[in-house]
């Protein structure tokens, strides 16, 4: 049985919206493999990058990403690391290593915040661009 139709994944990428990432990642989180407990979801590689990303960019926004990396598995920090050096810009790979680094340097994390707050758009354009670009690896998780 499909749980979305083509139609509705495909209007929400071309949506491009933080509403449309955060309902594909509700759609993604819903899937009969996602576990949580494993320090990868049981999901793709993209798939977690994908949803981390999203939730550190959202953390940091919202409360400052010192939350997101407080909260989140060192085991799970390590494999969003590594998944997003070989996919993600040079930049995001820093900024992602530099929290999971430092996230008790105050005055470090504000400035991470405040990149984070001036690379919003740029997040979510690129979040978009890695699920279309995979989107035949991932047509499980949308089915």
Same mark, same amino acid.
């Given at each position: 049985?499909?749980?979305?139709?083509?139609?509705?994944?495909?209007?929400?990428?071309?949506?491009?919206? +933080?509403?449309?990432?955060?309902?594909?990642?509700?759609?993604?989180?819903?899937?009969?493999?996602?576990?949580?407990? !494993?320090?990868?979801?049981?999901?793709?590689?993209?798939? /977690?990058?994908?949803?981390?990303?999203?939730?550190?960019?959202?953390?940091?926004?919202?409360?400052?990403?010192?939350? +997101?990396?407080?909260?989140?598995?060192?085991?799970?920090?390590?494999?969003? /690391?590594? +998944?997003?050096?070989?996919?993600?810009?040079?930049?995001?790979?820093?900024? +992602?290593?530099?929290?999971?680094?430092?996230?008790?340097?105050?005055?470090?994390?504000?400035? !991470?915040?405040?990149?984070?707050?001036?690379?919003?758009?740029?997040?979510?354009?690129?979040?978009?661009?890695?699920?279309?670009?995979?989107?035949?690896? /991932?047509?499980?998780?949308?089915?």
């Amino acid at each position: 049985m499909t749980r979305f139709s083509d139609t509705y994944i495909d209007n929400l990428f071309a949506s491009g919206t +933080y509403d449309a990432l955060v309902e594909l990642a509700g759609i993604i989180c819903g899937w009969s493999g996602f576990a949580e407990q !494993h320090p990868d979801r049981g999901l793709p590689p993209v798939a /977690l990058v994908f949803l981390e990303t999203l939730t550190w960019f959202s953390q940091g926004i919202r409360s400052g990403s010192w939350t +997101y990396f407080e909260a989140t598995s060192v085991e799970r920090q390590l494999a969003v /690391l590594s +998944y997003l050096e070989g996919i993600a810009p040079a930049e995001f790979v820093e900024r +992602y290593r530099e929290g999971v680094e430092h996230w008790r340097d105050q005055e470090r994390m504000r400035d !991470h915040d405040r990149w984070i707050d001036s690379n919003e758009s740029v997040c979510n354009q690129w979040l978009i661009n890695l699920l279309l670009q995979n989107r035949k690896d /991932l047509a499980d998780l949308f089915a």
